[in-house]
């Protein structure tokens, strides 16, 4: 059993999607142990990406991320990180398979609607930067 972090970006939020992509994610079999709503600050979207911090799209990345409302997420279940980003598709919407969410969803490589961690050691981290132990269950 395993968890990850999931975000429904901004535009997906706005573009009323919440729904569509929980129920996808239920559909696929993994389970939500964890769910808020949050509207990011511009130096709480820097500290969550701070690992892409030297890259040129980070000013881009962090405005967006702190533009409007967003749904955090642990998604819990078998190999959860991996077909979390099976589910999700490329990061470039234009590259995404059939079905994925951002093949769906998305617009643009800025704009991809949903984020999800990429390894158990970075789930770890993103998971504790949303929520606290009795917040997950
Ligand atoms: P992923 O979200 O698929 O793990 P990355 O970790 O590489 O992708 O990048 C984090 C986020 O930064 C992406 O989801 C996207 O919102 C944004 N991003 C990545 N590359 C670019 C780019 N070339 N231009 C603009 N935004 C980008
Ligand atoms: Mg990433």
Do not use: Q, W
């Not at 078998?78 to 589910?87: Q, T």
């Amino acid at each position: 059993m395993e968890r990850t972090l999931s975000i429904i970006k901004p535009d997906a939020v706005k573009n009323n999607y919440i729904g569509k992509i929980v129920a996808r994610f239920e559909e696929e079999g993994l389970r939500i142990a964890g769910m808020r709503k949050v509207h990011l600050s511009k130096r709480e979207a820097e500290g969550f990406y701070a690992v892409h911090a030297g890259r040129p799209f980070f000013g881009e990345l962090t405005d967006f991320m702190s533009s409007g409302p967003c749904v955090v997420m642990i998604l819990e279940g078998d190999n959860a990180i991996l077909r979390n980003r099976e589910i999700m598709g490329a990061t470039n919407p234009a590259e995404a398979a059939e079905g994925t969410i951002r093949k769906l969803y998305a617009a643009s490589i800025g704009e991809n609607a949903v984020h999800g961690s990429d390894a158990p050691e970075t789930a770890a981290v993103e998971i504790s930067y949303f929520f606290r132990a009795t917040e997950i269950n």
